[in-house]
């Protein structure tokens, strides 16, 4: 899910430095709330976690560009699951600068375009969480339909944003439309897996339930919500 060099370009480049600004405002929020209810050290140490993850995600796992953009399997939902919505977007938007930094400089230009990209759909499965998952469920117990539901939103958010800025910037001509369709069409099949390895995190998860008050998680994998 990286936006290609030169379909966002010129003065309307702009809009991605607001929607990033709004999208990092975002994740602030959540990670403030983090820090509330667990402290700084439980906070920093999944947000370490998750952008490691994050990088492996785009860096060392196949990815393959087609379209207008590249094919990643990034496990957005997942990580909301292990590590809750600040820790979350804290390392999608760190794996995504590092990736940036250290292998791929071309991509810095669309850094506020991706970062929205992968930030606004969090925020939609945190939102869908809590109206899909009863309070009394921890993360670790949830069935194939929730899960899924919540893959999809994450998924379908990325989707969505990555056809955005396509048309944004390209516009709505024939070889513009056919680009979105053939990313889209392949980014169907990280929607099909992505429910998978998450009930399979999630199953390990379950082995590991000594690390339930370890802070390394979010207390909802293992508990239900206070």
Same mark, same amino acid.
């Given at each position: 899910?990286?936006? !290609?060099?030169?379909?966002?370009? =010129? %003065?309307?480049?702009? $809009?991605?430095?607001?929607?990033? *600004?709004? @999208? &990092? +405002?975002? /994740?602030?929020?959540?990670?403030?709330?983090?820090?509330?209810?667990?402290?700084?050290?439980?906070?920093?140490?999944?947000?370490?976690?998750?952008?490691?993850?994050?990088?492996?995600?785009?860096?060392?796992?196949?990815?393959?560009?087609?379209?207008?953009? !590249?094919?990643?399997?990034?496990? =957005? %939902?997942?990580?909301? $699951?292990?590590?809750?919505?600040? *820790?979350? @977007? &804290? +390392?999608? /938007?760190?794996?995504?600068?590092?990736?940036?930094?250290?292998?791929?400089?071309?991509?810095?230009?669309?850094?506020?375009?991706?970062?929205?990209?992968?930030?606004?759909?969090?925020?939609?499965?945190?939102?869908?969480?809590?109206?899909?998952?009863?309070?009394?469920?921890?993360?670790?117990?949830?069935?194939?339909?929730?899960?899924?539901?919540?893959?999809? *939103?994450?998924?379908? +958010?990325?989707?969505?944003?990555?056809?955005?800025?396509?048309?944004?910037?390209?516009?709505?001509?024939?070889?513009?439309?056919?680009?979105?369709?053939?990313?889209?069409?392949?980014?169907?099949?990280?929607?099909?897996?992505?429910?998978?390895?998450?009930?399979?995190?999630?199953?390990?998860?379950?082995?590991?339930?000594?690390?339930?008050?370890?802070?390394?998680?979010? *207390?909802?994998?293992?508990?239900?919500?206070?």
């Amino acid at each position: 899910m990286h936006i !290609e060099p030169g379909v966002v370009d =010129g %003065a309307k480049i702009v $809009l991605s430095y607001v929607t990033a *600004a709004g @999208a &990092i +405002g975002y /994740a602030v929020k959540q990670s403030l709330n983090t820090i509330r209810l667990d402290g700084l050290v439980p906070l920093a140490v999944r947000s370490v976690i998750a952008t490691v993850l994050v990088f492996c995600f785009f860096q060392v796992l196949p990815h393959y560009p087609i379209g207008v953009s !590249e094919v990643h399997l990034i496990l =957005g %939902a997942t990580l909301f $699951l292990m590590f809750g919505a600040g *820790a979350a @977007a &804290i +390392g999608l /938007a760190a794996g995504l600068l590092a990736q940036g930094l250290f292998f791929v400089p071309a991509d810095l230009p669309q850094y506020g375009m991706n970062v929205t990209t992968l930030l606004v759909p969090l925020l939609a499965v945190s939102a869908l969480a809590r109206r899909v998952i009863p309070a009394d469920i921890p993360y670790k117990d949830l069935e194939y339909g929730q899960v899924f539901a919540l893959s999809t *939103a994450y998924q379908g +958010g990325v989707i969505a944003w990555v056809a955005f800025w396509a048309f944004y910037g390209q516009g709505f001509g024939a070889e513009n439309l056919a680009r979105v369709g053939s990313f889209g069409a392949a980014y169907m099949a990280v929607i099909l897996i992505e429910p998978l390895v998450d009930l399979a995190i999630l199953s390990v998860a379950k082995t590991l339930h000594r690390f339930g008050d370890s802070k390394i998680f979010h *207390a909802r994998l293992y508990r239900a919500a206070a």
